[in-house]
């Protein structure tokens, strides 16, 4: 079944969230004090949380995760991952300005000498505490001279789909990605639709609002008519977000809700 929205872009990829919960509220995403503690998630659901690294000092991880002691946690989780043959072994790094642009060159070195792919993210307005400015955003350009400060990269060729620029360093070791949407947005490759962990189709991280899949299911439809409200879902695609622009509409959820 092939998939293509009204703007003609192939709908390829499907992303699919197991669960909204999560062990830490980073201020980036998440307030409240709820959350799962560790032993009641099964280990897939480990290792993605174990993908989020947001600092390589324990105090700074405490303070933007508002969890004391995860730091060891995460850090063993991923040589876990890789040990456990998991390759590349990505770890998400959202950048937030006063918080933790000062470790781009280190988390250069970590990648280097993890064997681990750090990919930066450009804070979006995805958060409950609705915190967001184009202030707080470390865009591309300015993670690229840190970086080089530390040492210079190397472009890699990448798809026009993929979210992340990739980057090698020039002596060959070590490789990091930028996931820049608010700098340098890649809405016009866009190939993502994705359904959330309680069973709702989301167009776009953007939406504001959901299609209701599972209750689709619920209620017994055959395949060829799910087929069909998936179609003319995707008909309904957003073009493009709108960060930053006078007529933005914060999404109907945040990303803790959306999964990524
Ligand atoms: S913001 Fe929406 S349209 Fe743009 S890349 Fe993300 S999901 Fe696709």
Redesign the pocket.
């Known amino acids: 079944m092939s998939l293509t929205d009204k703007f003609g872009r192939p709908i390829t990829d499907l992303r699919i969230s197991v669960t909204d919960r999560c062990n830490y509220k980073c201020v980036y995403c998440r307030t409240g004090n709820d959350g799962a503690l560790y032993s009641d998630l099964p280990f897939s659901e480990y290792l993605r949380m174990c993908r989020v690294l947001v600092s390589l000092d324990r105090e700074r991880f405490a303070r933007i995760t508002r969890v004391p002691d995860g730091f060891d946690n995460v850090l063993s989780g991923i040589r876990a991952a890789r040990e456990a043959g998991l390759w590349p072994v990505k770890v998400n790094c959202v950048l937030m300005r006063g918080f933790n642009e000062d470790q781009i060159a280190a988390f250069g070195k970590f990648a280097r000498e993890e064997g681990v792919v750090v990919r930066f993210i450009e804070f979006m307005p995805l958060e409950e505490d609705r915190v967001w400015s184009p202030q707080v955003v470390v865009r591309l350009d300015e993670i690229l001279q840190r970086m080089a400060e530390y040492m210079p990269l190397v472009e890699i060729p990448h798809a026009l789909s993929e979210?992340a620029r990739r980057y090698r360093f020039e002596d060959g070791v070590g490789e990091i990605g930028i996931i820049a949407?608010v700098s340098h947005?890649?809405?016009g490759h866009?190939s993502?639709i994705r359904i959330t962990s309680d069973g709702k189709i989301r167009t776009?991280?953007?939406s504001v609002w959901d299609h209701d899949l599972y209750g689709l299911m619920r209620r017994g439809a055959s395949d060829e008519q799910l087929e069909q409200f998936i179609r003319d879902v995707v008909q309904r695609?957003?073009?493009?977000?709108h960060i930053g622009e006078a007529d933005f509409v914060p999404a109907s959820r945040t990303m803790v809700h959306i999964g990524g």
């Open positions: 979210t949407p947005p890649f809405c866009c993502r776009c991280l953007f695609k957003e073009e493009r977000h």
